[in-house]
């Protein structure tokens, strides 16, 4: 047979190498993905609430460690037991059914009554397909390298829910991950002095500490792209009438690949923080930003919003950040070229002329929505108070709790009990 390769990159996600395989003589033929980049940062999870045929013809990217389930038929494709694929969500139920037809026929020979059960099952599959009840379809990927179409870009797209996480030590291991060991605690005297654990660092202890800031860190590490040797620069920063933050900068001289992250260098706050700026003049582009990972962004002109995670953490300015979000935005491949209807196309391309306006021409707001706390928007006139520019505090729920790790943080309480009698 004759196998082809094609190295594609899909925005909003990452590169790719769609390999086709087909045999002139039995005519079998075969279509499978491979990842052609690192692994994310954090995994990533998809809940679709599948109610239409539409829905069904949504275009999915499935890695190789990608699970699938489908909760009210309490069915799940485990990670590892396909290989990865490009097709949609009716493909993956009809390759789910031709998976459990293949041994059928040696099932009914050796147990009929399971066979019997599968088959009840195989029906319940094919019945999701004639759309006679709404579905739930999860997509989770510990690799964050899946995907599910969202025929709304750039807009929200209502019935999908996007998540991203960090990865358990159980979930970096089973991607081949090195997972760092965990160091023995230091050894405590029996009566520590309280006293010296809360006094402020002095003399040689805070020059150390001040020259540190006002160094810019350099390590070897190896680019993500090619992994030739490179090296990362970090520096902290402090951000008037705010806090630190830790910028790092990767740069490879082999491939000429650039990266740059922006990290709080604090906690989080005690509070979430939703920031509003009302846009009314051009010079308010030159406003600096501070997007951390855990910010979502939202334009209500525009019906626009841009989920946690995406474009991961930024510091620069709102100009800069609206030029981010339409490179991310023009290079969708499911709105653009080919594969796209013309309602489509005429949609993102009167979106990106009403971004280009809020640049210059049209009045907007601009929401940052962060439940940790750690984003920032420039205030031009501080420390007076921006008429144009809110800040307000919120109390997280329960789900951005869990969301942020907070719920499952114990800072109290600990230590192991010593055994009794002891």
């Given amino acids: 047979g004759v196998t ?71 069915f799940e494709i485990p990670a590892f037991s396909q290989k990865g694929v490009l097709t949609t969500i009716e493909g993956i139920i009809d390759r789910a059914v031709a998976g459990l037809e293949q041994d059928q026929p040696a099932r009914r020979a050796a147990d009929s009554e399971v066979a019997g059960k599968i088959q009840e099952f195989i029906g319940k599959l094919r019945q999701l397909k004639e759309l006679n009840s709404p579905f739930t379809f999860v997509l989770d990927d510990p690799s964050g390298n899946s995907f599910v179409e969202n025929p709304q870009a750039p807009q929200r797209d209502e019935a999908l829910v996007v998540t991203r996480y960090r990865r358990s030590p159980q979930q970096s291991a089973m991607l081949g991950l090195e997972v760092p060991g965990i160091h023995p605690p230091l050894p405590r005297s029996p009566q520590p002095r309280e006293q010296e654990l809360i006094l402020p660092l002095q003399g040689e202890q805070a020059a150390a500490a001040e020259d540190l800031r006002d160094e810019v860190l350099q390590f070897n590490t190896n680019c993500p ?28 001289d082999s491939c000429g690949h650039r990266t740059n992250e922006v990290k709080s260098g604090g906690a989080i706050e005690p509070q979430g923080t939703r920031i509003t700026l009302r846009i009314t003049d051009p010079s308010d582009m030159t406003r600096d930003i501070l997007k951390s990972e ?71 707001h601009f929401i940052m929505d962060d439940p940790a706390g750690n984003s920032y928007l420039q205030n031009v006139y501080a420390p007076e108070q921006d ?36």
Avoid at 41 to 46: D, F, I, L, M, T
Avoid at 242 to 251: D, G, H, L, R, S
Avoid at 389 to 408: A, I, M
Wanted: a negative charge.
């Fill in 225 to 252: 792209e090619c992994n030739a040797p490179a090296s990362t620069n970090m520096k902290l920063v402090q951000i008037p009438h705010f806090k630190e933050v830790i910028i790092m900068a990767t740069n490879c």
């Fill in 4 to 74: 082809r390769l094609l190295l594609t990159r899909i925005p909003f996600f990452k590169e790719i190498i769609v390999s086709s395989f087909s045999c002139h003589s039995c005519s079998w033929s075969n279509t499978e993905i491979q990842a052609a980049g690192r692994i994310q940062e954090q995994g990533v999870c998809y809940t679709l609430a599948v109610a239409s045929r539409q829905d069904m013809n949504r275009e999915v990217v499935k890695t190789d460690c990608a699970s699938v389930r489908i909760p009210e038929l309490d």
């Fill in 387 to 422: 008429p144009q520019l809110s800040v307000q505090r919120y109390q997280r729920t329960f789900e951005q709790n869990d969301e942020l790790g907070l719920n499952d943080m114990k800072t109290e309480g600990y230590e192991p009990q010593p055994a009794p009698g002891r």
């Fill in 294 to 364: 855990t910010c979502s962004v939202e334009i209500p002109e525009l019906e626009f919003e841009l989920g946690m995670g995406a474009l991961g953490g930024k510091f620069t300015t709102l100009e800069g950040l609206l030029r981010d979000i339409q490179d991310l935005v023009e290079k969708n491949p499911f709105t653009l070229g080919d594969s796209s209807t013309p309602s489509r196309t005429g949609k993102l391309q009167e979106f990106l002329g009403k971004l280009q306006d809020v640049k210059g021409k049209t009045q907007a």
